[in-house]
Structures are given as C-alpha cells and as structure tokens.
C-alpha cells in the first residue's frame, strides 16, 4: 500500500478534522487521533498516535500496567503528554488492517481518556503535532 492509499482509507473510515504535511488528525467519540507517514530505518510506516492525556495524572507504575495491557501499540511520554502509538508498515498493509488498528487507537484513547478524573487535555487539538 502507498502512503497515498492509506491517506485514502483514512478518509473513506473516519472524520478528517485537520491536516498537515503527510499526516491527517481524525476524530473519533471525542478521541483526536493522528494518522502520519513515517520512515523508519529506511522503511516506510503509518504512525498511528492518540493523545491520551497529561502524563502527570498517572504515576509511573500504572502507565506501565496500562502498557502491558495494550493488545497493540504502546504508550509514551511526549512532552508531558500521554500518547498511545501503533506502527505499521506500508508494504503489505491493506485497508482493513489500516482501519483496525486506527479504529482500536481511537476506542482505546476514547477509553483512557474516559476513565481520567481530572480534565487534563489540552484545549487545542493536535497541538503537538507539527509538520
């Protein structure tokens, strides 16, 4: 599959509610989830991130049992933001794994961000993705 492609398959499956330079964010149930063209080791993948929320609402021990639950992707810290990431690559990718897997970020942010007890999120969505 092309980047060109999975762009495609985003828009055909989801809200595109904004865009940059290879990369588009998504809205799903309130989840804001970005959906870009990376290179990897000289590879090319879809990056699939969802901006949980601050990283400072959880400690450290419950970010990692939370991690270890993730059936796909995995959490990190981005400038004390909390973000759930899956990675794909392009070359042998079809369309329903594409969904899958942007459809399971975006349910398992919604999730997170649904079980938070303080409203942490940014106010601007995308706010840390730049081209």
């Given at each position: 599959?092309?980047?060109?492609?999975?762009?495609?398959?985003?828009?055909?499956?989801?809200?595109?509610?904004?865009?940059?330079?290879?990369?588009?964010?998504?809205?799903?149930?309130?989840?804001?989830?970005k959906?870009?063209?990376?290179?990897?080791?000289?590879r090319?993948?879809?990056?699939?991130?969802?901006?949980?929320?601050?990283?400072?609402?959880?400690?450290?021990?419950?970010?990692?049992?939370?991690?270890?639950?993730?059936?796909?992707?995995?959490?990190?810290?981005?400038?004390?933001?909390?973000?759930?990431?899956?990675?794909?690559?392009?070359?042998?990718?079809?369309?329903?794994?594409?969904?899958?897997?942007?459809?399971?970020?975006?349910?398992?942010?919604?999730?997170?961000?649904?079980?938070?007890s303080?409203?942490?999120?940014?106010?601007?969505?995308?706010?840390?993705?730049?081209?």
């Amino acid at each position: 599959m092309a980047w060109e492609d999975a762009l495609a398959s985003v828009r055909r499956w989801f809200q595109v509610v904004v865009e940059g330079d290879r990369w588009v964010g998504v809205e799903w149930e309130g989840a804001k989830v970005k959906v870009s063209s990376v290179e990897v080791l000289g590879r090319q993948f879809v990056a699939v991130i969802g901006d949980v929320f601050a990283a400072n609402i959880l400690d450290a021990q419950t970010v990692l049992a939370l991690n270890h639950a993730l059936p796909i992707g995995a959490l990190e810290n981005e400038d004390g933001e909390l973000l759930l990431r899956a990675m794909l690559p392009l070359t042998g990718l079809d369309d329903v794994d594409l969904r899958r897997v942007v459809l399971h970020v975006c349910r398992q942010t919604a999730h997170m961000q649904s079980k938070q007890s303080t409203s942490a999120k940014h106010p601007i969505a995308f706010y840390h993705y730049t081209d």
